[in-house]
Structures are given as C-alpha cells and as structure tokens.
C-alpha cells in the first residue's frame, strides 16, 4: 500500500529472478532479448511470485563476453533500448512491487571503453595507461609476457599492444583489467553507483568482486606457486587481498546515502569463511555462496554446506544466499541427469563434457525429478535465493548447438575442448511453437532446439503438475510463511534432509533409494508424486 513503510531488509529473505538479458524476450525482432521485451513479460514474473529481478549487464558492449565486457557503465545497449526504457522497466517493476538489481563490472571494463582506447593512443608510463595494468615484457627484447599467468578462460593473461607493452586481463583479451590503485578509476564507479541509484534501482550484484586489487610487485611469482583463486588466503597475487575492503566500504558508504540504502551482492570464489568479508554490513552486505551450486545432488555436501553457511550467516550479520545455477554453468536440471564422472570435469561449469571428452548421456528424468527436489529444500532454507531464468520451467541445457552458432570465449580459448556456457543462455521458451517459442519475431541470436516448445511457459500454464506450477505454488507458501532465519533440524532419518522452519513449516527431502516415512503434518507441497505415507526418493515434501 501506499506510504508503506519501506522495508530496509528486504533482501534478507528475497527471492531473486536472474534476467540474461539478451535471452529473455525480444520485442524488436532482431533476435536479441531487450528491456521492452522484459517489461511485457512483468506480468509473468508477478505471477512467480518472486520479489526482485537481478538483470545482467545491459550496457553497451561488443559481446566478447555476454554483456561482461561493458563498453560505457552508464547507459544502455541500443539493441536493447534505451535510458527510458530502463526508466520505464524500473517503473514497472515497482508498480508490480519487484525490485530490482543491476550488474556491476568493476574489474575490468571492455576493450572499446573510452578509457582503453585513450590507453592505446597514450604514451608508456601515461595517465591513461595507468587507469589499467600495462608491463613490459619480459626477455631481451621485451617479447615475452611479463608473467606466465593464465586467464581464467584459458591462454595468457597478457595481451600485447602495438607498442610492445602488454596489459593484464583475468578474462579475455577484450577486457583489459582496471587498476584499482588508480582515483579516478575508483571516482568513476562511485559516479556508476550514483547513476544506478538514482534511477531507482535497488541494488547490484558486484561481478568478480574479489578481483579488483592485484599485488604486481616484481618480480611476478610464477603461476606454479599460486594457489587457486577458490583457496585465497589473503596473500595471493590476483584474488581476494585485502585491500579489496576498502573499496567496498567505500560503496556502502554511497549506497547507505539512499533511502532504503541500495543493496549489494559480492561474485567471490572465495572460501566460505572468507566470505563474511564481502557480506559484512561496513562492506557489500551479502555474498553469494555457490556451495550447494557446485555440490551435486549429494546428502552429506548438501546437510555439510547448508550447516555451514547458515552458521557463517548469523555470525557475520548478513543472511545466506543460495544458487542452484545462474548464467555461467550447465543447467541444473541436466547436471542432476548426468552420470558421476570421477574428474569432475563439468563441475566447474565450463564444460559437460565428461573428463575422458566424452559427451554424457543425461538422464532428463532423474535431473528434472532432482531440480524439483532441489529447489523445494532451497526455498524452505532460511535466507535470500537466486534463480536463474528457465529453471522455473525445468529448462534442460542445450547440448547440441552448432560450433558456429557458439559465443562464449571459454569455448574459443578452450579450442572446443570445452563446450562454453552458451547452453544455458539459450533465449527462453514462451510458446509451444511458433517462431522462436514466442521468444521474438526474428529468430533467435542462440538456436532453439526442436525439444524447447516442451518446456515452455505455455505447455506448463495450465498444468498443475508442471515445474512452472511448482515454482508459482512454493513461491506462494514461503511468502506467506516467511519467519526470519530460524531453523531446527530434525535429526534420525537416514538419507534425508529433515528441518523445521518457525510457524510450523517442515521440509523433509529423501536423498536416499529407498522411500522415508514422512513425519506427521499435512503436505502442502511435494516436487513429486507420493507413495501413501512415504517420500520417493530425490523428493521434496512440505508439511505444516
Ligand atoms: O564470472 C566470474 C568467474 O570467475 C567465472 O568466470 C567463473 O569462474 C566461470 O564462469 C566458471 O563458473 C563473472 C560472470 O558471472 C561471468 O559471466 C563473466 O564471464 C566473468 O565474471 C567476467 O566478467
């Protein structure tokens, strides 16, 4: 209601609707998703039921990276509208009582910024250049990467310039890492943050947001010294110093000049005892945790990791954030349905193809059966949750598209030995046919398989046994139970996660073969059909 007064907490307990933009619903038949596209569909994410929308980045870029590589923080892509537009989105989605976040990209900027391109044109040793991280190379003749690190898309993490200079980059060679020692770089983010806020938008999501300070002392320790970026320890190199705090306390003290202050959810592959860093309230305020996203359907990581982060929840202030998938990984859904492969080579997310180069075979049923367990247990956690668009609808990953239709430059660099993240980016299914599944008029800038009318919004509207209905009706009885951080386990089942929320709400997921007797209360809801008093396995009941 109007003149309600503005819940400062909100994000708390929120639940957070990932947008890829690009891949969403197109309005302008150009095969690319845009903010009108988005704000026809407000209607459907009011009918989720969920209380905010995290948009990727939507800003000018040439697309080396999805969107990553921006080439001006403060405006839109023209192919996806414009300033008013994103006015017109914010308002929307207000008037719908949806929040909404936006995406940061403050370790590195594209190599089109005004920025790089002023760097280039500039001198050795120049202003300009020092807004980035420009070496010499190492050798006689200077010809050799200053160092023999790799980006995390495979290759060196220095790219030469015609002058013989190299420059450091994490990601691709199309997006140039900003020295972070540099004021003006720090002024202009403030402005970004500024910019954002002003608009109306209530928070962001800060992109590799243990990156930013680098420690380049010379000489540069070798690759085969440092540990991996998930390990930091506060003295590598590259990932998670320090340092990194002061920036961010210097952005909550801008987002907290707002009224409610402005959220921020920090990226950062660190260790989840070093995260409370990046969620404290002097900081960013929540952290996503990717535990759960990277531990497979399996009874003692999920009990370990929820225990866990709940616990680190309540001793740093903030509330736990849980993620099944989101842009960068294969579909939840088909990584349930894949075979155990002992390297673990999908895991990362980069590929799925199996260690031996292999592709598996996915079990659709059994990934599906577990996705909708899966998100019934994440749903009754205590805490913030992110879903990514299309889960709801028990979107599988697209395995099959052609090498020439692929984007991401984790395949490029990979040579093809991984399959890139293209296959969850796949733009959304609408309508059960028709061109693009009612995603636009003009085809679709990643191909839709044959199989995706199957899986969409239509196909699953009307059916109440659908994942689409799933999610509508869970998002519906946690809003209505919402009870703060509280939870009790119940202990004794073997193979099943088993836990009391206040005001009465238990969720019990069976982990095992066999079927668990389910405990006395009345179902409200279960990811799958019951066998009398008993809970199938990969199944997720909720009683009251
Ligand atoms: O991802 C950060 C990141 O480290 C990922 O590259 C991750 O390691 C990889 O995808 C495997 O899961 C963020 C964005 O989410 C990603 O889309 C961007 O490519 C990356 O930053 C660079 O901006």
Not at 30 to 58: C, E, K, N
Not at 79 to 108: C, M, S
Not at 112 to 138: C, M, N, Q, V
Not at 333 to 348: E, V
């Amino acid at each position: 209601p109007v003149g309600a007064p503005i819940d400062s907490d909100w994000w708390r307990q929120a639940v957070v609707y990932q947008i890829y933009p690009r891949s969403f619903a197109d309005s302008d038949a150009d095969g690319m998703g845009d903010l009108q596209g988005i704000i026809s569909r407000v209607g459907y994410l009011t009918s989720l039921g969920i209380d905010a929308v995290w948009l990727s980045p939507f800003y000018p870029s040439a697309l080396a990276d999805g969107g990553y590589d921006v080439d001006d923080y403060r405006n839109v892509d023209p192919r996806l509208g414009t300033l008013d537009d994103f006015d017109e989105l914010v308002r929307a989605l207000h008037d719908a009582r949806i929040k909404l976040i936006v995406d940061i990209v403050p370790n590195h900027t594209s190599n089109r910024h005004e920025w790089f391109l002023e760097a280039l044109a500039a001198p050795k040793g120049s202003p300009a250049r020092d807004r980035y991280i420009f070496r010499d190379g190492t050798g006689l003749d200077g010809s050799g990467p200053p160092s023999d690190w790799d980006s995390v898309f495979g290759g060196s993490a220095w790219a030469q310039t015609e002058d013989g200079q190299w420059y450091l980059h994490l990601f691709a060679a199309e997006q140039p890492d900003l020295n972070w020692g540099n004021a003006e770089v720090r002024a202009d983010f403030l402005k970004t943050l500024r910019f954002w806020s002003d608009r109306g938008v209530d928070g962001f999501r800060v992109d590799v947001a243990h990156a930013l300070v680098k420690d380049l002392t010379e000489p540069l320790p070798s690759k085969t010294t440092l540990p991996r970026q998930s390990e930091s320890n506060g003295l590598h190199p590259l990932w998670d110093r320090e340092e990194v705090h002061e920036i961010y306390v210097e952005w909550r003290k801008v987002l907290n000049e707002y009224d409610p202050p402005r959220t921020a959810v920090a990226e950062a592959f660190v260790p989840a005892t070093r995260r409370a860093r990046y969620a404290s309230a002097e900081g960013l305020g929540q952290a996503f945790n990717f535990d759960l996203l990277q531990a497979d359907w399996d009874f003692d990581r999920f009990r370990e990791v929820i225990k866990e982060n709940l616990a680190l929840a309540e001793l740093n202030g903030s509330s736990s954030t849980w993620v099944l998938s989101n842009h960068d990984v294969v579909r939840h859904a088909t990584r349930y349905g894949l075979p155990k492969d002992p390297a673990g080579a999908w895991q990362d997310g980069k590929a799925w193809l199996l260690s031996n180069g292999t592709e598996p075979t996915v079990d659709v049923e059994q990934g599906l059966r577990r996705a909708r367990a899966a998100v019934l247990l994440m749903l009754a956690l205590p805490g913030s949750a992110y879903l990514y668009q299309g889960e709801e609808l028990g979107l599988q990953e697209v395995g099959e598209l052609p090498a020439a239709n692929l984007q991401d430059p984790a395949y490029f660099r990979s040579k093809g030995a991984e399959k890139g993240r293209d296959g969850c980016r796949v733009p959304l299914p609408w309508t059960i046919g028709g061109l693009s599944f009612g995603f636009g008029s003009g085809g679709s800038h990643l191909l839709q398989p044959r199989w995706f009318g199957s899986y969409s919004v239509e196909a699953q509207e009307g059916d109440a046994s659908s994942t689409l209905s799933l999610y509508r009706k869970a998002l519906a009885v946690r809003r209505g139970l919402r009870t703060g951080e509280g939870l009790e386990w119940v202990d004794g089942t073997a193979w099943a996660l088993n836990f009391k929320r206040p005001g009465g709400w238990q969720s019990v997921t069976n982990f095992g073969a066999a079927p668990v007797e389910l405990p006395d209360g009345a179902v409200v809801l279960a990811s799958g059909p019951l066998e009398g008093a008993k809970l199938p396995t990969d199944t997720t009941a909720w009683l009251i």
